[in-house]
């Protein structure tokens, strides 16, 4: 055994005394097994080495399982060792101050997946002075959870872990609604070809392998995230815009609104049939800029203010026989009928009525859109165990996605294929009130044969 400053080199385990926090391990791993792995379990405070003359997958695979944490090559680049060691504070030297400006970052969440509680203090030397909200986990699975309630926006994962591997972190990632345009970075002592085609398959942005240099790593992670604050920021920008331009055509449209009511309440005297005719389709399309304008609004206000739900105990089939009276207008310039279809009589739910609402009322809207003129929409309401579901099925031309639940992504429309006008906010609000209620929505399609809107709400008696 050979002592070199502030770690170690072990190349026989006889009278072999642990004195450091690293130790690198020269000698042959498949002959040593045993004796490697009672090192590492008597020593849990110390990190582990494997120094090998030629690196394969077979030896970073057996490292890896008898708890060593690195492989790096034979001879020892001590440059590599000591950056490890200033990085994590072992050594007395202080580590040289980065001479390149790095602004802090604002309002940036990272989530590091690692279970080598080491090579998470060097990552969070990595991104310390960057201005980021880190947290870490040692376990994956735990880390797969929170992927699925929280918005992050870069991952560093490993890849060989306990339970599950870093390619399946990255799949949560890909999967979920909050994140699958999140990037992901793996950082992996695996080297081989085929670890890194598979990162790259599983939606990396990039392969990093250890060991590195905390010096460029730290320039990738904050030229990266700093891609993703100025998205932020300009998505913002844009949602602030959109918010302001709205709030002031509310005003505008409501009175136009009125002004038409009045019209057709004969206050200013009778109108011909013709004049009746031309000023309900005014009306219709002013209507419907009122529904997009809300729209915008209130996807501003989830976004940014995240209000709570005012929930109260409601009747289901009340507020859908309202939304149908509300969303008349919209059915009678196309002469589309609509029939509502109820299993049950009551159904008693705690909901936010004018969020719910604004739900049935944006489906209802939407399948009027895209339903063929003089056809028929279909509203059904039924009752299985602790939950109602509610439909809303139209025979329009369907949706020409891979996967139909696309359309509750923000943004997603097909308002210019169909010519007509429109944000793709409607549903992407719908999803997130439906989510919020403990419900679900999904939806079914075929080209050419009509769309099926389904939402679930909880059953309140």
């Known amino acids: 055994m050979q002592d070199i400053q502030k770690y170690q080199i072990i190349d026989n385990f006889d009278r072999c005394k642990i004195d450091s926090r690293l130790c690198i391990i020269t000698a042959k791993v498949k002959e040593n097994t045993e004796r490697i792995k009672e090192l590492i379990q008597a020593n849990p405070q110390v990190q582990f080495w494997l120094s090998v003359k030629n690196m394969n997958r077979d030896e970073i695979l057996l490292a890896n399982r008898i708890g060593i944490k690195n492989v790096v090559s034979y001879p020892i680049d001590e440059t590599v060792v000591e950056t490890y060691l200033k990085a994590i504070n072992l050594d007395s030297a202080k580590?040289?101050?980065?001479?390149?400006?790095?602004?802090?970052?604002?309002?940036?969440?990272?989530?590091?997946?690692?279970?080598?509680?080491?090579?998470?203090?060097?990552?969070?030397?990595?991104?310390?002075?960057l201005g980021v909200s880190l947290e870490v986990y040692t376990q994956p699975v735990n880390a797969v959870d929170k992927i699925k309630t929280d918005k992050y926006d870069l991952f560093l994962l490993d890849i060989l872990m306990p339970e599950i591997s870093g390619f399946d972190v990255a799949e949560a990632v890909k999967n979920s609604g909050l994140n699958k345009n999140?990037?992901?970075?793996?950082?992996?002592?695996?080297?081989?070809?085929?670890?890194?085609?598979?990162?790259?398959?599983a939606g990396a942005c990039c392969y990093i392998e250890k060991p590195y240099d905390v010096g460029i790593l730290k320039h990738q992670i904050y030229n990266l995230l700093k891609k993703e604050e100025i998205k932020k920021k300009i998505n913002k920008a844009r949602d602030a815009f959109y918010a302001m331009v709205t709030h002031d055509l509310k005003t505008p449209i409501s009175a136009e609104i009125t002004a038409l009511q009045m019209l057709l309440k004969k206050n200013f005297g009778d109108l011909t049939?013709?004049?009746?005719?031309?000023?309900?389709?005014?009306?219709a399309s002013v209507k419907f800029m009122k529904t997009m304008t809300d729209n915008i609004l209130c996807s501003?206000?989830?976004?940014?203010?995240?209000?709570?739900?005012?929930?109260?105990?409601?009747?289901?089939?009340?507020?859908?026989?309202?939304?149908?009276?509300?969303?008349?207008?919209?059915l009678e310039e196309k002469e589309?009928?609509?029939?509502?279809?109820?299993?049950?009589?009551?159904?008693?739910?705690?909901?936010?009525?004018?969020e719910i609402k604004r739900v049935i009322n944006n489906l209802i809207g939407n399948a009027s859109e895209y339903a063929p003129h003089g056809s028929k929409i279909v509203l059904r309401l039924t009752r299985s165990g602790g939950e109602y579901t509610f439909s809303v099925t139209d025979s329009g031309c369907g949706i020409n996605l891979e996967n139909p639940n696309d359309i509750f992504d923000e943004n997603v429309t097909f308002a210019k294929e169909r010519k007509r006008i429109g944000f793709g906010l409607?549903?992407?609000?719908?999803?997130?009130?439906?989510?919020?209620h403990n419900g679900r929505i999904f939806a079914e399609s075929k080209v050419n044969h009509g769309t099926t809107i389904t939402f679930t709400l909880p059953a309140a008696d």
Not at 273 to 283: G, T
Not at 300 to 328: A, C, H, V, W
Not at 344 to 349: E, L
């Open 95 to 129: 580590p040289a101050e980065d001479e390149t400006v790095i602004k802090p970052l604002e309002d940036i969440k990272v989530m590091v997946v690692d279970d080598n509680i080491m090579n998470i203090q060097l990552i969070e030397e990595v991104v310390r002075g």
């Open 182 to 201: 999140s990037p992901v970075i793996f950082i992996s002592a695996l080297s081989d070809y085929e670890y890194k085609i598979a990162g790259y398959n």
């Open 273 to 283: 049939a013709e004049q009746k005719e031309i000023i309900n389709d005014i009306l």
């Open 300 to 330: 501003y206000s989830q976004k940014n203010s995240n209000p709570g739900l005012k929930l109260r105990p409601e009747d289901f089939i009340t507020m859908i026989n309202t939304s149908i009276q509300e969303t008349k207008y919209i």
């Open 336 to 354: 589309i009928s609509l029939e509502f279809k109820s299993d049950v009589k009551n159904a008693p739910v705690n909901a936010d009525v004018i």
């Open 426 to 436: 409607g549903l992407f609000i719908s999803k997130n009130i439906v989510t919020a």
